[in-house]
């Protein structure tokens, strides 16, 4: 069974229960970079892997199947579906990997970067042609009050683009220097994850 399907886009329950935060879905906006929720920072990575159909199906699969936060250093654990949000059947790669889906939870762990580490939900799963990504957020629990939002687009022009959007809480207002220097930290992960999926890397 592949996991590749019709266009959709699917979201955990709209109420918030299970997470930390209050900005539910609001890193999958780009305006939120400019634009962002009270209370909350934001910033936004967008590299190109290259082009052609191949890269981005090849691409799409590791982010689909959390092998790129894995690939770029973090474990990723205690991966489970939770069928009580879900709207559709539990979806699998031919070899049984599971594929992301609203719901399902992990713990997302790290040595080198503990404060973002922790249990995680995905809270949307957005599948349209030429574009397929998640968002999932921090849980009780977690080192922060976060979600981001990983993206892979195959463009008009047939090059293939990641985009990685972030949304924290920051009590300092996003232009204080605690929010810029979490922006810079954050560059820093998400720079690993697009040398992850890029193609050099893959396995």
């Given at each position: 069974?592949?996991?590749?399907?019709?266009?959709?886009?699917?979201?955990?329950?709209?109420?918030v229960?299970?997470?930390?935060y209050t900005?539910l879905?609001?890193?999958?906006?780009?305006?939120?970079?400019?634009?962002?929720?009270?209370?909350?920072?934001?910033?936004?990575?967008?590299?190109r892997?290259g082009?052609?159909?191949?890269?981005?199906?090849?691409?799409?699969?590791?982010?689909?199947?959390?092998?790129?936060?894995?690939?770029a250093?973090f474990?990723?654990?205690?991966?489970?579906?939770?069928?009580?949000s879900?709207?559709?059947?539990?979806?699998?790669?031919?070899?049984?990997?599971?594929?992301?889906t609203?719901?399902?939870?992990?713990?997302?762990?790290?040595?080198?970067?503990?404060?973002?580490?922790g249990?995680?939900?995905?809270?949307?799963v957005?599948?349209?042609?030429?574009?397929?990504?998640?968002a999932?957020?921090s849980?009780p629990?977690h080192?922060?009050?976060?979600?981001?939002y990983?993206?892979v687009?195959?463009?008009?022009?047939?090059?293939?683009?990641?985009?990685?959007?972030?949304?924290?809480?920051?009590?300092?207002?996003r232009?204080?220097p605690?929010?810029?220097l979490?922006a810079?930290?954050?560059?820093?992960?998400d720079?690993?994850?697009?040398?992850?999926?890029?193609?050099?890397?893959?396995?």
């Amino acid at each position: 069974m592949s996991a590749q399907g019709p266009a959709r886009r699917s979201t955990a329950a709209q109420a918030v229960p299970g997470l930390n935060y209050t900005a539910l879905g609001a890193s999958v906006s780009p305006d939120v970079v400019a634009y962002p929720p009270a209370g909350f920072a934001a910033a936004e990575q967008r590299h190109r892997l290259g082009s052609g159909a191949h890269r981005f199906e090849t691409a799409v699969r590791s982010l689909m199947t959390w092998g790129a936060l894995r690939a770029a250093g973090f474990g990723v654990e205690d991966v489970r579906a939770d069928d009580a949000s879900r709207t559709d059947a539990p979806r699998f790669l031919d070899d049984g990997t599971p594929w992301v889906t609203p719901g399902m939870t992990a713990t997302i762990t790290s040595a080198d970067a503990a404060a973002w580490a922790g249990p995680v939900k995905v809270v949307t799963v957005v599948e349209e042609p030429g574009r397929t990504g998640f968002a999932f957020g921090s849980m009780p629990g977690h080192a922060a009050c976060m979600e981001q939002y990983l993206q892979v687009e195959h463009a008009d022009d047939d090059a293939v683009w990641t985009v990685l959007r972030t949304v924290w809480a920051s009590s300092g207002g996003r232009f204080s220097p605690a929010a810029r220097l979490t922006a810079t930290r954050l560059k820093r992960l998400d720079e690993r994850i697009v040398r992850a999926l890029h193609p050099s890397n893959a396995a």
